[in-house]
Nanobody, 125 residues
């Protein structure tokens, strides 16, 4: 079983930045594609950014596509990062990472078998 653990969420002022981490442990079968979703209060979960084991990536929607949230990884440490830059109150959400051993980035939640519990990002004055 592959386990995912997110960290790095915090309360930050508008315009601030955070680095989120998704650390993998357990079953080493791969390669994997890893994606970040976010879910704001009262809204549907949305894909933000995804990266394959070879480093190819896809940025989704207004959040990822704006270029403010680059995704990267350290394969040796089995950790995927999401850098949140220029944060705004509308970026407040729980950020959740998920992985699939199909090693293909897709925005559909059903494509991912392994999930973390999420980390809270709150943007407020």
């Amino acid at each position: 079983q592959l386990h995912l653990a997110e960290s790095g969420g915090d309360l930050v002022q508008p315009g601030g930045s955070l680095r989120l981490s998704c650390a993998m442990s357990g079953f080493t079968g791969g390669p994997y594609a890893t994606i970040w979703f976010r879910q704001a209060p009262g809204k549907e979960r949305e894909a933000v950014a995804c990266i394959t084991s070879s480093g190819g990536y896809v940025l989704y929607g207004n959040s990822g596509g704006s270029g403010r949230f680059p995704i990267s990884q350290d394969n040796a440490k089995r950790t995927v990062f999401l850098d949140l830059n220029g944060l705004q109150p509308e970026d407040t959400a729980v950020y959740i990472c998920a992985a699939t051993n199909r090693n293909l980035c897709e925005p559909d939640e059903s494509s991912y078998s392994f999930w973390g519990r999420g980390t809270q990002v709150t943007v407020s004055t």
